[in-house]
T-cell receptor
């Protein structure tokens, strides 16, 4: 079953703008991870945020987590053409498996 | 440090055949996970191996099986292939169970069943 639901399903912005993607989930989690996937290839791990954390940064990435609303957001600042990809959130409910959302397809226009 | 590797990159089979996919985890990682990414179905958890044992499996029929070797590499076997098994199969590894479960993925094997 798909736990995370990303919003929007597709996002198209101009290079240099910021991109924000949201993820909602249904059950309690240990942590939430964001991944990037280019053109149906492997997933690149971007960032992990634990259930007791509220915000985390990595370079141009900023992730927030609101466990009361069961939601997370991924912000990419100063977007580049190379950021064009699909972005997935994945929740760890326990039992070691990750449950993925359907993803947000991000297109950066030059 | 080398990442997760998978082979082959592409695999073409016909219905009823068997497919074997291979995965080598990041050095030092003991857990290996398999996921299926089929068109329109998203990423689905298949199997988790740790220390040579199958620890958890997703909602897939028994013809999906695998194993983990003493060097922590893993094989995924799909028997009696069906057309709907066509998908990208992703392998991931993590340091050890019970911790953050930060999973790192390989490039995938694209299986096409004709």
């Amino acid at each position: 079953s798909q736990q995370g639901e990303e919003d929007p399903q597709a996002l198209s912005i101009q290079e240099g703008e910021n991109a924000t993607m949201n993820c909602s989930y249904k059950t309690s989690i240990n942590n939430l991870q964001w991944y990037r996937q280019n053109s149906g290839r492997g997933l690149v791990h971007l960032i992990l945020i634990r259930s007791n954390e509220r915000e985390k940064h990595s370079g141009r990435l900023r992730v927030t987590l609101d466990t009361s609303k069961k939601s997370s957001s991924l912000l990419i600042t100063a977007s580049r053409a190379a950021d064009t990809a699909s972005y997935f959130c994945a929740t760890d409910e326990g039992a070691q498996k990750l449950v993925f959302g359907q993803g947000t397809r991000l297109t950066i226009n030059p | 440090e080398a990442g997760v590797t998978q082979s082959p990159t592409h695999l073409i089979k016909t219905r009823g055949q068997q497919a074997t996919l291979r995965c080598s985890p990041i050095s030092g990682h003991t857990s290996v996970y398999w996921y299926q990414q089929a068109l329109g179905l998203g990423l689905q958890f298949l199997l988790w191996y740790d220390e040579g044992e199958e620890r958890n499996r997703g909602n897939f029929p028994p013809r999906f099986s695998g194993r983990q070797f003493p060097n922590y590499s893993s094989e995924l076997n799909v028997n009696a292939l069906e057309l709907e098994d066509s998908a990208l199969y992703l392998c991931a590894s993590s340091l050890e169970r019970g911790r953050s479960n930060e999973q790192f993925f390989g490039p995938g094997t694209r299986l096409t069943v004709l």
